[in-house]
């Protein structure tokens, strides 16, 4: 019992600590009778299965393996943490659903990861996968998504291209004065309690009192006393943070007070507001929608061919800039990833005053023009209608696979989760293709009489078994 306990403790200390050295490859070509393995026991047509054999694996071990060092504990192997990554943007899972749930559960996802027998256990900590994001950063993550697009092959090489803009919420209440500065009160209660500083008030269940006389402020005979409340509110917080600021040492006083003194300046008209303490970088955005006005996260931009339906190119903005100014950007990303700039690239009348990015025409709907002939007039029309097609590609992207709400914390966290979210997309997509594939060859052979013969006498042999012959 003991040694258990030592055990148990010694596994959970060494998921602490930082992984640094890259893990050693172990292959497992040859078979066993006793002991097989999951490539043998598992359907050899599930999707995730084609998948799996499809993805070169040995890309992103060249790409990445240059981030560890030749010292110290080695790390997970990078095809374990990528396939986590992949999953995770597949099936819309959170990091500590995936590891600690779904991954002993599904012999798939396993393997997925590279593993040949069935694994009893988590693969990793789920905040391994934080630690491997800071790994490769957003550039890394580009990388997974440029092999999502690799394996397309020519169906990616579509020479015309929609492109439009969305909103990636972030995961913050949503802002009001009285809620920030209710937030500013306690966090300088706090930061007094750690500093060992006696503050002459700490306002603690006044401030509970008064966010709840701010509810339904709106209402004639509660306007009154919830502007009262708000006012006091502010007060309350610039009077904790000045307090703060005279007894705190002036090289203690760091950016987390001139981050409160921003929020107690900024007024209804001010610009760069802040709307989150701990999401400072979060904006807000009005695209217009009835259902709901205003938004708070970041801009982010998707790339999509017109033909073939696939993600070229996916990026975020640090600001809120205008539609137009966003396509230099984000078409350059789109050669990097393809090798070549798009013929044509089709957008919305919200990207008016763009008319060309490089070798790239911008369509955009207008009046046609008096020199364009009948058939340059039918072309335009169809490049504009089928733009359409963009608008339920992002609402996938954003209800399947993770772009609706951002839980990564920072401008990295936004990059990296919008740009998963246009891989997992393109990796279903492939998954689908695959399927079909794998059917179309089926329903051949199944058809003709002599490959009939020859497959009822391997299952008759057990050679192959009527479980993997079946979807």
Same mark, same amino acid.
């Given at each position: ?27 497992r070509d040859q078979l066993n009778f006793l002991s097989p393995t999951l490539k043998e026991q598992l359907n050899s047509k599930q999707e995730l ?141 706090? !930061? ?197 097609? !963009? ?13 609706? !709400? ?46 009939? !013969? ?18």
């Open positions: 019992m003991i040694f258990a306990i030592i055990n148990d403790k010694k596994r959970s200390l060494s998921l602490r600590k930082p992984c640094q050295m890259q893990s050693k490859k172990s292959t299965y084609l998948l799996s054999n499809q993805i070169k694996w040995t890309y992103f071990d060249d790409e990445f393996g240059s981030l560890y060092s030749d010292q110290g504990r080695p790390a997970h192997p990078i095809r374990v943490m990528v396939s986590l990554l992949i999953l995770k943007a597949l099936y819309n899972l959170s990091d500590e659903e995936l590891v600690e749930q779904q991954w002993e559960m599904n012999p798939y996802f396993q393997y997925f990861g590279g593993f040949d027998v069935l694994q009893w256990g988590q693969p990793c900590a789920a905040t391994d996968l934080v630690h491997f994001r800071k790994r490769i950063g957003a550039e890394g993550i580009e990388k997974i998504l440029q092999h999502s697009i690799d394996l397309h092959g020519k169906d990616a090489q579509d020479k015309h291209v929609s492109v439009d803009t969305t909103v990636q919420e972030k995961n913050i209440t949503y802002p009001t004065d009285a809620k920030l500065h209710k937030k500013i009160a306690d966090k300088c209660v706090s !930061i007094a309690k750690q500093e060992g500083l006696k503050l002459r008030r700490s306002y603690v269940r006044t401030t509970k009192n008064l966010v709840r006389d701010t509810y339904n402020g709106t209402h004639p005979k509660r306007r009154k006393k919830a502007n009262a409340a708000k006012r006091k509110l502010k007060t309350i917080a610039g009077r904790l943070v000045r307090e703060l600021e005279r007894k705190l040492p002036h090289q203690q006083r760091t950016e987390t007070l001139t981050l409160f003194n921003k929020v107690l300046a900024q007024e209804k008209h001010s610009k760069n507001k802040i709307y989150s303490l701990h999401e400072p970088d979060v904006y807000c955005v009005a695209k217009g929608k009835a259902h709901k006005k205003y938004e708070y996260g970041c801009k982010g931009s998707v790339v999509l061919t017109q033909n073939t339906g696939i993600i070229v190119g996916a990026m975020t903005f640090e600001e809120n800039i205008y539609d137009g100014h966003t396509l230099n950007v984000v078409l350059k990303q789109t050669q990097t990833l393809t090798g070549n700039y798009p013929k044509t690239a089709t957008v919305d009348r919200g990207y008016k005053g763009t008319q060309k990015v490089e070798s790239t025409s911008i369509i955009r709907p207008s009046k046609p023009l008096k020199r364009d002939n009948a058939y340059q007039k039918q072309k335009k029309r169809k490049h504009c209608r089928r733009r359409a097609a !963009i608008e339920p590609i992002i609402g996938h992207i954003k209800k399947d696979h993770r772009a609706a !709400i951002n839980y990564l914390k920072g401008k990295t966290g936004d990059k990296v989760n919008f740009i998963m979210s246009a891989s997992g997309f393109n990796y279903r997509k492939l998954m689908k293709k695959l399927r079909a594939t794998a059917l179309w060859l089926y329903i051949k052979l199944t058809a003709n009489r002599k490959w009939q !013969i020859e497959l009822k006498s391997l299952i008759q042999f057990g050679l192959i078994s009527r479980q993997k012959m079946s979807f």
